[in-house]
């Protein structure tokens, strides 16, 4: 096997919701119509947004909040992305690797450890809160708790619905209920822009290969995404989750277009992917690694404008120009991987221009990839 498919593979068990590294818009800044909006929205959620507060998490665990945490630390970057967009920033005194394209998160500690996290390192923040990724096994939840740690654990998203119903409990339990309100509002209607704008009858077929056969299939968000950018993702016909495919079974769905990452951006040479109409023709939409593979707002956003603008290259000059380009970097000393997004949009909640980093996943956890949890 690949080293580069190993990497890509191991995607499967830990599903990136990271960051990125830009300037953050003032918290209750409206993105949508304006004042008027922005007033109604915090008057519809400061009065639902106070403390003590008590949720029941993704594990069925309680967690009761005294007071607003000044402290947060974040155990899976999608988390630290959400907390960036929707003002909560100043807050987070802990991030993982993968999160270190956000700007700022050099400042924080790196609780990040071989596997998932260090919990020394994460008692050494001293958080008020700990969002931890669904991902997550359950001996680390266990362990977290186990030394007294307020940990949240968050569900897994399977929707953009589910991901918006995530920014808003990140909201409510940190205390940036107008900032996930407005995040939220700007996501689904740039998602309701896209969805108008595609033709239920003219929809290519889509694969998105993780590396070492596996792929993206129905019931993720992934392959929401894909279908509300206007395409057909052939592996949610029979399957779900993130399968490993044969190579017959992948010559059978022939794609049309391979979704590729700045981590694949060989892999369409590769059998039995180069056999297919995407291969022959070389059709592949590219899309930075850190929006396809993070179920947060923006990265829902990202990658929807960025597929739907290279699959249908034939529009309008002003239709395409409303995707966020994509770029890649060279690969950074100490293996990391580099990647780079560049946004220029002035409307969005949280973010900037963008530069990502995202730090190559330890071999080892391709077994895990067989489970299929991508946080």
């Excluded at 922005?38 to 400061?46: I, L, M």
């Excluded at 059978?252 to 590769?270: A, C, G, H, K, S």
């Amino acid at each position: 096997m690949r080293p580069r498919s190993i990497l890509v593979a191991s995607l499967v068990a830990v599903l990136l919701c990271a960051g990125v590294a830009a300037p953050v818009a003032a918290q209750g800044t409206s993105t949508v119509d304006g004042t008027q909006r922005q007033t109604s929205t915090a008057a519809a959620t400061d009065d639902a947004c106070g403390f003590p507060v008590e949720l029941t998490d993704a594990s069925g665990e309680t967690l009761r909040l005294e007071e607003r945490p000044e402290r947060v630390t974040t155990t899976n970057p999608s988390a630290a992305q959400t907390m960036w967009e929707i003002g909560g920033r100043e807050q987070v005194v802990g991030v993982t690797r993968y999160a270190s394209y956000l700007e700022g998160a050099e400042s924080r500690t790196d609780v990040s450890a071989e596997f998932g996290v260090s919990i020394e390192e994460v008692q050494g923040t001293q958080p008020d809160l700990v969002l931890v990724p669904n991902s997550t096994d359950s001996e680390q939840l266990a362990d977290l708790r186990r030394v007294g740690l307020p940990v949240f654990h968050l569900p897994r998203a399977h929707t953009i619905e589910d991901i918006a119903d995530k920014t808003t409990t990140i909201g409510r339990l940190t205390g940036n209920c107008e900032g996930a309100a407005e995040t939220n509002e700007w996501m689904n209607e740039r998602v309701e822009e896209s969805r108008l704008s595609t033709d239920d009858d003219d929809r290519p077929t889509i694969l998105y290969p993780l590396g070492s056969g596996y792929v993206a299939a129905g019931d993720t968000f992934i392959d929401e995404m894909l279908s509300v950018a206007g395409a057909e993702n052939v592996a949610a016909r029979n399957h779900t989750g993130y399968p490993q495919l044969s190579d017959e079974v992948v010559l059978q769905l022939d794609p049309e277009y391979l979704l590729i990452t700045d981590r694949d951006t060989d892999i369409v040479d590769e059998e039995p992917y180069s056999l297919t109409t995407a291969g022959r023709e070389n059709n592949t939409i590219h899309v930075a690694v850190q929006w396809v593979n993070q179920p947060a707002p923006r990265s829902v956003v990202y990658t929807v404008e960025n597929v739907s603008a290279q699959l249908h290259a034939d529009r309008t000059t002003e239709d395409a120009a409303t995707a966020t380009p994509t770029t890649t970097a060279s690969a950074t000393e100490g293996g990391d991987d580099g990647s780079n997004g560049t946004a220029t949009s002035d409307e969005t909640p949280g973010f900037g221009p963008v530069v990502a980093v995202i730090a190559l996943i330890a071999t080892a956890l391709i077994a895990r990839a067989r489970v299929g949890g991508r946080e």
